[in-house]
C-alpha cells in the first residue's frame, strides 16, 4: 500500500461494494497502464478480487476489496494514526 | 510519500466515494412531478366532469414505465452499500404501492383510504431514504408527508384527497428532490476542485 496510486485505490475500495476499473481510473486520474499494474500487485497481495466479465458484449473489470485487504487498511490507518499521536 | 499525504489521500478519496453514495435527487423530482400532476388533473378532471376520474392516473403508471426504461438505465460503474439498500427499499416501495392500487381497483379499498394509504407510503420512503442518506430535508419531508397522510383520514371526497396528495408529492418528493438535487451538484464541483489541486 505504501505507493500513493495503491492507497488511492484501497481508499476508494473500503467505501463501496465494488467498482469498475473506468470507475476507479477516473476517480484517482491515472493512467490505465498505471492502474493495471498498481490493481494486478493488490490482487496478488490478495487485498482485492479483481472480475473479468462481458456486460452487453464490452469486457468489464469489477475490483472488490476482500476481507484481507480491509484487515490490511485497517493496520495501515492504524499506525498512521500511532505516529500522528506519537 | 509522507504520513501526512497519505491521510490526505485516504480522507479525499473516501470523500470521493462518500459523494457516490449521494442521491442526485433526478429520480425523486421527475416521480414528485409525475404524481403532482397527475393529483392536480385529476382534481380538475373531477370538477368539470371531463375523462374518467381515474384517466390521469392510467397516463402516470404508463409514463412512469416510459420514463425507467428511457432515462433511467442502469449504467452505474460503481455499486455502494446504500445504493444496493435502496434498489432493495424501491422495490418493496413499488411492491407496496402497486398492492395499494391494487385494493382499490377490486374495491377492497376506497379511493380515499388508498390514497391515504399511499400518502403514509411516501413518508416511509423518505424516512428509510432521508436516514441512509444522512439527508435532513428527507427526514423533515417523511413528518410533513405522514402529517398529511393522517389528514388524509378525515376527507371524505377524491377531490380533497387529490389535493392532499398533490400536496404530499410537493413535500415528499419535489422539494427535497431539489434540495438534494443542489446539494449534489454543490458537492461534486467541490470534489473535482479536491481531486484536481492533488
Not at chain 2, 427535497?176 to 443542489?182: S, V
Amino acid at each position: 500500500m505504501h505507493s500513493q496510486l495503491r492507497l488511492s485505490v484501497m481508499s476508494l475500495l473500503i467505501s463501496v461494494k465494488e467498482a469498475e476499473f473506468t470507475f476507479i481510473r477516473g476517480k484517482t486520474n491515472a493512467t490505465a497502464g498505471n492502474l493495471s499494474v498498481q490493481v494486478n500487485k493488490l490482487k496478488e497481495a490478495g487485498y482485492i478480487d479483481v472480475i473479468k466479465q462481458f456486460k452487453d458484449n464490452y469486457p468489464q473489470t469489477v475490483c472488490k476489496i476482500t476481507a484481507v485487504g480491509i484487515a490490511a487498511f485497517d493496520e495501515y490507518v492504524k499506525n498512521l494514526q500511532t505516529y500522528l499521536h506519537q | 510519500m509522507t504520513r501526512e499525504e497519505s491521510l490526505q489521500i485516504i480522507q479525499q478519496m473516501i470523500s470521493t466515494a462518500k459523494n457516490e453514495q449521494k442521491d442526485d435527487g433526478k429520480g425523486w423530482i421527475v416521480w414528485g412531478w409525475l404524481l403532482f400532476a397527475a393529483s392536480l388533473f385529476s382534481f380538475i378532471n373531477v370538477k368539470i366532469t371531463w375523462l374518467n376520474p381515474y384517466f390521469f392516473w392510467n397516463v402516470l403508471g404508463m409514463a412512469t414505465i416510459v420514463i425507467r426504461v428511457a432515462f433511467f438505465r442502469n449504467e452505474q460503474t460503481v455499486k455502494t452499500y446504500t445504493g444496493e439498500l435502496f434498489k432493495k427499499l424501491n422495490i418493496g416501495f413499488f411492491i407496496s404501492l402497486i398492492f395499494i392500487v391494487l385494493a382499490i381497483n377490486v374495491n377492497t379499498l376506497t379511493p380515499v383510504g388508498g390514497f391515504a394509504l399511499l400518502i403514509n407510503l411516501y413518508g416511509f420512503w423518505a424516512l428509510i431514504y432521508g436516514t441512509a442518506l444522512n439527508f435532513r430535508p428527507s427526514v423533515i419531508a417523511a413528518f410533513v408527508t405522514w402529517a398529511l397522510g393522517f389528514a388524509a383520514l378525515f376527507v371524505k371526497t377524491f377531490e380533497e384527497i387529490m389535493l392532499l396528495h398533490a400536496c404530499a408529492a410537493l413535500a415528499g418528493f419535489i422539494i427535497p428532490g431539489h434540495i438534494a438535487r443542489k446539494q449534489f451538484k454543490q458537492t461534486g464541483r467541490k470534489n473535482y476542485n479536491d481531486i484536481i489541486s492533488v
